[in-house]
């Protein structure tokens, strides 16, 4: 097949009636929404809104931008999305090394284990660094604020968190093997995980949540 002929460009120009652009993503009291859309721009304008701050270091930001086009192009062929969900996760891990790799490389100086010196956390180490260490909680991610629901154990290697509210979700999938999954050729391939570009940007944030308000600070001065 000849490489112009992948996809039907004039996609983006047509309207979806009959058969419309359909992604899982959460809405406010319904973990399990739906979205529609019809039109490309619409779309565009949709996945342009998760985007991250501008005080995000560029190393990351841009990182985070080529999972939002792998979404875009998800509008001619769904299953970038999934191309996207793995680049999302690794611009993640990347955000989170950075802002946690010194403590890290600390806390395994004199590891005996020669995996930890050399190759730093994993990021489920990294995710249940933002919980335990970090301070995350559901109140202050603005995922779970605007749709209900917790995020913590999809965060955690143990599912264990004092909280029996939140029991019942235990067994979510933790982002980490999402990400193994998408990464090592899951036979499954399941369809796009619910609203995960924007969890991934809110958490992102952040862990840089002090240099937003920084940079927020000095903009208003």
């Not at 529609?36 to 565009?44: A, S, T």
């Not at 995996?115 to 109140?139: A, F, I, N, Y």
């Not at 979700?169 to 499954?188: K, Q």
């Amino acid at each position: 097949m000849e490489p112009g002929n992948f996809f039907d460009i004039t996609l983006f120009d047509r309207e979806r009636l009959d058969t419309p652009f359909v992604i899982p993503w959460p809405l406010p009291g319904n973990p399990a929404g739906l979205l529609e859309f019809h039109r490309y721009p619409d779309w565009h304008t949709f996945i342009s809104v998760v985007g991250l701050h501008e005080a995000i270091p560029h190393i990351v930001a841009s990182k985070f931008e080529r999972a939002q086009r792998l979404y875009l192009l998800a509008w001619i062929d769904m299953g970038l999305v999934k191309a996207g969900e793995l680049v999302a996760l690794s611009a993640l891990e990347l955000a989170l090394k950075d802002r946690y790799g010194a403590y890290f490389r600390e806390k395994y100086v004199n590891s005996k284990n020669k995996r930890l010196r050399e190759q730093g956390p994993s990021l489920s180490e990294l995710l249940e660094h933002l919980v335990r260490h970090d301070g995350l909680t559901d109140s202050q991610l603005p995922f779970t604020l605007r749709y209900g629901g917790s995020i913590i154990p999809a965060l955690l290697r143990s599912k264990a968190t004092g909280d029996p509210s939140i029991a019942q979700i235990a067994s979510r999938p933790m982002l980490s093997d999402i990400r193994n999954a998408l990464a090592h050729g899951d036979p499954f391939d399941s369809l796009p995980w619910s609203g995960l570009l924007e969890l991934v940007r809110d958490l992102i944030q952040y862990a840089y949540r002090t240099y937003l308000q920084e940079y927020d600070d000095a903009r208003r001065a």
